[in-house]
């Protein structure tokens, strides 16, 4: 159980378009869902906390209206890279906590390993 | 969020055991000690969390100092799928965002 997934797994696509990463909890709920990018040797850094039914929080340093969540409901949350560059070219994942119990732990999804040309 | 502070790598003969440190010297009452791990072009993976006592699960133990400033994730037989990037991540639940910060983690080489 706590299957976090995320699609696509890659994506490669040409500067100035924009990109959705979609992320599900499969067998659980999650109030918050959690958005990470991670750089080649690099760790993961946290770019923002998706709210189900209410306005991401974004950490600082992180542009919100590049970066756009969408948690729309308790399974489901989306990133939007708008106008990509080389720049975020990136890994991003994602995580989940479960609604009820095990309130402890954090479940990672796979990644999207994002490409712009 | 309290910082942890873990060797930027460590090897380890396969079948032997492997101590895996990690300091949390501003450690607060309430926070827990996760410890992750990530494997190559993977996301993270959930090996052992604890409070106050050590914790044994199938995959690893948890050691935790008395005064918790410190703690030691112990994997009892190393294997090469144990390769990975080890993350020790400081977590108060009654932080109401719940969020996780990783610091640089322990990259463990599993020699065969």
Request: with cysteine; hydrophobic share 30%.
């Amino acid at each position: 159980g706590a299957v976090v997934s995320q699609h696509p797994s890659r994506v490669i696509c040409k500067s100035g378009t924009s990109v959705k990463i979609e992320c599900r909890s499969l067998d659980f709920q999650a109030t918050t869902m959690f958005w990470y990018r991670q750089f080649p040797k690099k760790s993961l850094m946290l770019m923002a906390t998706s709210n189900e039914g209410s306005k991401a929080t974004y950490e600082q340093g992180v542009e919100k209206d590049k970066f756009l969540i969408n948690h729309a409901s308790l399974t489901l949350s989306t990133l939007t890279v708008t106008s990509a560059h080389p720049e975020d070219s990136s890994f991003y994942i994602c995580s989940a906590s479960p609604l009820a119990g095990r309130g402890n732990e954090q479940f990672f999804g796979p990644g999207t390993r994002l490409t712009v040309l | 969020d309290a910082k942890t502070t873990q060797p930027n790598s460590m090897e380890s003969n396969e079948e032997e055991p492997v101590h895996l440190p990690c300091n949390h010297s501003t450690i607060s009452g309430t926070d827990y000690i996760h410890w992750y791990r990530q494997l190559p072009s993977q996301g993270p993976e959930y090996v052992i969390h604890g409070l106050t006592s050590n914790v044994n699960n199938r995959m690893a133990s948890l050691a935790i100092a008395e005064d918790r400033k410190s703690s030691t994730l112990i994997l009892h037989r190393a294997t090469l799928r144990d390769a990975a990037v080890y993350y020790c991540i400081l977590r108060d639940p009654f932080n109401t965002g719940n969020q996780f910060y990783f610091g640089t983690g322990t990259s463990l080489t599993v020699i065969p």
